[in-house]
């Protein structure tokens, strides 16, 4: 391996890696969001929301690290994304924001209902925009020259409809799985009960979009068929068994493995579709390597910012360390938080 | 679908989302290096007043916090959504700014902000100081990445053009090419004047309605001496990046001063105090001017030569000349006011010393401080109006111009997103005023007592 095509690799994993660290962390966060449209009251949704309090930042911020990796080590990457993914992009930042405000806001506000609200539909909306998103880079778009060429509508069909509704079940899944860690008694079991009905709907929705990604995707069906299945073969396996596992978790009512099977079953997706989709960025026309900065800058970002990956592991998992336990409005966080959550009550 | 038109909305969507975003992290970095020095003072001497303070203000800072991430994520996208051919030809230098601004410097801010927020009584004290400090570190390196990308474009440095692209072969002449020393630390001490005096303003407030007065004359009293460091640095800080303005991009420097005809060799460029820069006419309208002072300005010399506007070609001049030249004069104005305010206020100490009943019987000085509050903002407002508008009509100064760097998008696409972004900053701003004055109103809790010990994570029940 030459070293262009090494830092190229290495390049796609950081990529990779973010944009995982971001599905799953920020996909918890918004997955809590969404559940708490239908929390029975405030209380419980100013619960929902503090459990969140001290890490919703730093897992939007992955966010961040990915629109940095990719615009620094694959500008033409970026660049042709960004542009052809106009709409879905900015309703995604327009959901982000309002999102963001009001989970700070909803503290300093007389009107509780109204930010939590706007919490939940931006949480919503967050989430439907990427897995549309999702569906459109599934279905690729046509490209002259990294310039997308129509109308600015193609990333809306039927098929990324369906994604959309499989992320924000994922989504939501996951968020029931954070909420069975962090919650005891009334609010843990009724995230117990959510949770399996959504785990079931996630299933049926991902079944349905294997299904007819090989119908929407030449390139991912001679994947999938070809002579090395293999791998794809084992991440869905893997998928399987961690599907099976969440399940076995939700109906034995285990703390911890609804969240960490779902994380499996959400690691696993992710690495197979995204070797699937690999060597193409965007289907048919632009590949990692046509889309790579110089390796003059591949490498100088490599030596800036490898030796920080583990230490930004390290203060975000130190972070979780110390707010991990059950959140309870009293016990948690400070007397800044317990004053909201009393006086909420 | 006209192409200058979607440029141009384009164009009016970063203004609007720049100029927007901009105001927030100004607090962030300014008030996040407050709660530093307030913890440390804390820790130091044991006075639990700088705990409370670190409470209170830490309460503004949040609220002013989440609003500057939020609408700071549109302005990393846009250069891919908006200005994609930049983004082809730029991303090789300022794509891998923007990643080290998100690995080094977001990261670590938002790594430690929850530490720092929620976690008084969840690490020991050595820990959440060290939280404070890495959010404060955070997000200046932050600025520092930004405004170094920022100063790349107005004066690119550290590579060539290579079939289309801009291709990087010396990467420490890139980040700091000319501009970056001036440019990030004028920024910079912005924020931290900005903030500074916010905090004195806010604090005499308090003094003068004699709310907690003693408490407050704490924080004003440390915002002062901040600002007698901060206040002329600042000004020296400008007269340099305006002299280095007129040695890089010489049309920038004319258009903001108004000044068309380059001067002889030996006679002194008179500067303009006020006129109407007339683009269509390549004169001013009317102006009244100071000989020489020009001339002084841009070269420290009073009859070193200043190109006009007249001596550019005309497509390569600056648009909106009379917006530059008063924006620039305003930023300058508001820049002397606080140097003024600073100067007399610690006359004023020196004579009368740092009793609140001192300052409650000269009011108007303590007005003085509360009308600084919005100033700041004002003037970092015109500066970055001066800088970006100046640096027009190219998108890299002398490098790519503003159109060739524009996405190729439907129009309705740009309009529906730049309503969107209208709404809801409109939605924000109002929002945000409302809780900050609600806090203004509410005061700090007299009554908090910091933890006693940290209970350490492993010894809770989870």
């Given at each position: 391996m030459d070293v262009q095509s090494f830092l190229v690799a290495f390049w796609i994993g950081v990529a990779g890696l973010s944009l995982l660290l971001y599905v799953v962390l920020d996909g918890f966060d918004l997955g809590v969001g969404i559940l708490s449209l239908v929390a029975c009251d405030e209380d419980r949704r100013g619960l929902m929301m503090a459990s969140l309090s001290s890490v919703w930042d730093a897992n939007?911020?992955?966010?961040?690290?990915?629109?940095?990796?990719?615009?620094?080590?694959?500008?033409?990457?970026?660049?042709?994304?960004?542009?052809?993914?106009?709409?879905?992009?900015?309703?995604?930042?327009?959901?982000?924001?309002?999102?963001?405000?009001?989970?700070?806001?909803?503290?300093?506000?007389?009107?509780?209902?109204?930010?939590?609200?706007?919490?939940?539909?931006?949480?919503?909306g967050a989430a439907s925009s990427q897995g549309m998103i999702l569906g459109a880079l599934i279905q690729g778009w046509p490209t002259l020259a990294g310039n997308y060429v129509g109308s600015g509508w193609h990333w809306f069909t039927p098929f990324s409809l369906l994604t959309a509704l499989g992320v924000v079940l994922g989504y939501a899944l996951m968020g029931t799985g954070w909420l069975i860690l962090k919650s005891t008694g009334e609010m843990q079991d009724r995230a117990y009960r959510r949770g399996f009905l959504l785990l079931l709907g996630t299933l049926a929705t991902g079944v349905l979009v294997l299904a007819l990604t090989p119908l929407h995707n030449a390139h991912i069906a001679s994947r999938w068929t070809g002579s090395a299945a293999l791998p794809y073969a084992l991440a869905g396996g893997v998928a399987i068994f961690?599907?099976?596992?969440?399940?076995?978790?939700?109906?034995?009512?285990?703390?911890?493995?609804?969240?960490?099977?779902?994380?499996?079953?959400?690691v696993a997706s992710f690495i197979g579709l995204v070797a699937s989709l690999y060597p193409y960025a965007i289907i048919p026309a632009l590949t990692w390597s046509a889309g790579a900065a110089s390796s003059g800058t591949q490498l100088f970002m490599l030596v800036g910012i490898l030796p920080l990956i583990p230490i930004m592991l390290f203060y975000n998992g130190y972070q979780y360390l110390v707010f991990s336990g059950k959140v309870d409005g009293a016990a948690y966080g400070d007397d800044e938080a317990e004053a909201a959550s009393g006086a909420s009550r | 679908m006209s192409a200058t038109l979607v440029t141009d909305l384009s164009r009016a969507q970063f203004a609007l989302t720049a100029l927007f975003h901009i105001l927030w992290p100004v607090l962030t970095i300014g008030l996040s290096f407050f709660l530093v020095v307030i913890e440390a003072l804390w820790l130091k001497t044991g006075d639990v007043d700088y705990y409370r303070h670190a409470r209170f203000w830490a309460k503004l800072f949040v609220l002013n916090f989440s609003v500057g991430v939020v609408t700071g994520l549109p302005l990393e996208f846009e250069f891919g959504t908006n200005w994609a051919g930049f983004s082809r030809f730029a991303g090789d230098f300022f794509g891998a700014a923007l990643g080290f601004e998100g690995a080094m410097a977001f990261m670590l801010e938002a790594g430690f902000l929850g530490i720092m927020l929620l976690g008084w009584k969840r690490v020991p004290r050595a820990v959440h100081f060290f939280a404070t400090l890495m959010v404060a570190v955070g997000a200046s390196l932050s600025a520092l990445w930004i405004v170094m990308a920022n100063s790349w474009m107005q004066t690119p440095a550290g590579g060539s053009v290579v079939n289309g692209r801009f291709v990087v072969t010396d990467f420490w002449a890139a980040m700091f090419n000319p501009d970056m020393v001036w440019g990030v630390s004028h920024m910079w001490v912005a924020a931290l004047e900005t903030s500074c005096f916010v905090v004195g303003g806010v604090s005499a407030w308090y003094v003068l309605k004699n709310r907690n007065p003693a408490f407050f004359m704490k924080s004003f009293k440390m915002a002062l001496l901040a600002a007698v460091l901060i206040a002329p640095l600042q000004i020296y800080l400008g007269d340099g990046s305006g002299k280095s303005v007129f040695n890089y991009q010489p049309a920038k420097g004319a258009a903001i001063e108004?000044?068309?005809?380059?001067?002889?060799?030996?006679?002194?460029?008179?500067?303009?105090?006020?006129?109407?820069?007339?683009?269509?006419?390549?004169?001013?309208?009317?102006a009244i001017e100071i000989p020489n002072v020009l001339s002084l300005l841009a070269t420290s010399t009073w009859d070193g030569q200043v190109k006009g506007l007249l001596d550019i070609t005309p497509q390569d001049r600056p648009p909106a000349l009379p917006l530059l030249f008063y924006s620039f004069r305003l930023m300058v104005a508001i820049g002397l006011y606080f140097f003024a305010l600073m100067a007399v206020s610690l006359w004023h100490a020196w004579r009368g010393g740092w009793q609140e009943a001192a300052w409650q019987s000269r009011p108007w000085l303590l007005k003085g401080w509360l009308w600084a509050v919005p100033l700041g903002y004002v003037a970092v407002e015109m500066g970055w109006i001066v800088r970006e508008v100046g640096r027009q009509p190219w998108l890299i100064y002398g490098v790519l111009r503003t159109s060739e760097g524009a996405s190729q998008l439907p129009a309705s696409s740009v309009v529906f997103s730049m309503a969107g972004y209208t709404l809801i900053y409109i939605v924000l701003a109002i929002a945000f005023f409302i809780f900050a004055r609600r806090w203004l109103r509410k005061g700090p809790e007299l009554t908090l007592e910091p933890p006693l010990r940290a209970v350490a994570w492993r010894d809770r029940r989870i």
């Open positions: 939007e911020t992955w966010l961040v690290l990915l629109g940095g990796v990719l615009f620094g080590a694959f500008p033409p990457v970026y660049a042709a994304l960004m542009q052809g993914l106009y709409i879905p992009v900015t309703v995604m930042l327009f959901a982000l924001i309002m999102r963001g405000v009001a989970f700070e806001f909803s503290h300093a506000s007389g009107r509780k209902w109204l930010w939590n609200l706007t919490f939940g539909l931006g949480s919503l961690a599907a099976l596992l969440t399940m076995w978790a939700y109906l034995k009512r285990y703390e911890y493995w609804p969240f960490f099977g779902t994380l499996l079953l959400f | 108004g000044h068309w005809h380059t001067n002889p060799v030996g006679r002194g460029a008179s500067w303009a105090v006020a006129a109407w820069p007339d683009a269509e006419k390549g004169a001013n309208d009317w």
